[in-house]
């Protein structure tokens, strides 16, 4: 029995491992490939265009972060790899952008004064979403709250999070870093 076709839309130093699995297992690796193009990603969310059946249509999200532009168009790909009667049309795709919410991934929850909630919680989220604000909002106009889960990098984090105003909190549970460990990562918190 073949396999169903793979995608890796991540690092390409691991892709090698998924490119070797489906070797194994008689299974086809989808190519990346670029089906989004005019792309403005802003506080607004994302906009531009992406390829389906050949044709350009425009689209409109409320999601935010240059990381969804990525998973969208991985999304896009995977698609185009379902069988016909599944596959979407592109008005179907236009709707569902236009009302995707992804809760706590720069979600807004307050207008004034803005407030917005993202649940980065390793090195690559938190590195995504300081390269974020700095684009739209500025590194002086943010002020962080964090709570952390101690098996985090917190050398690399802090090193990321180094001259940002920042506010650490701690939830009660198990496995999230404490204030004293928080303090020794986080000094100018």
Known sequence: MRELPSFFGGDSEQVEIFRQRCFELGAELVDPQTLLRRIRSDFEGISGEFLWDGEWHQFQTPLRG??????????????TKLPFELRPSASEIQESLGRVNHACRLEQISESPPILVDGSHNVCGVSNLLQWLRKNVGKSDVMLAMCMKANK?????????????????????????????????????
């Open 66 to 79: 240059d990381v969804q532009v990525e998973n969208l168009n991985s999304s896009l790909i995977v698609c």
């Open 153 to 189: 990098d917190h050398t690399k984090i802090a090193a990321l999070l180094k001259g940002w105003n920042l506010v650490i909190f701690r939830l009660t549970g198990k496995n999230y870093l404490s204030l004293s460990e928080a303090r020794k990562h986080y000094p100018s918190a």
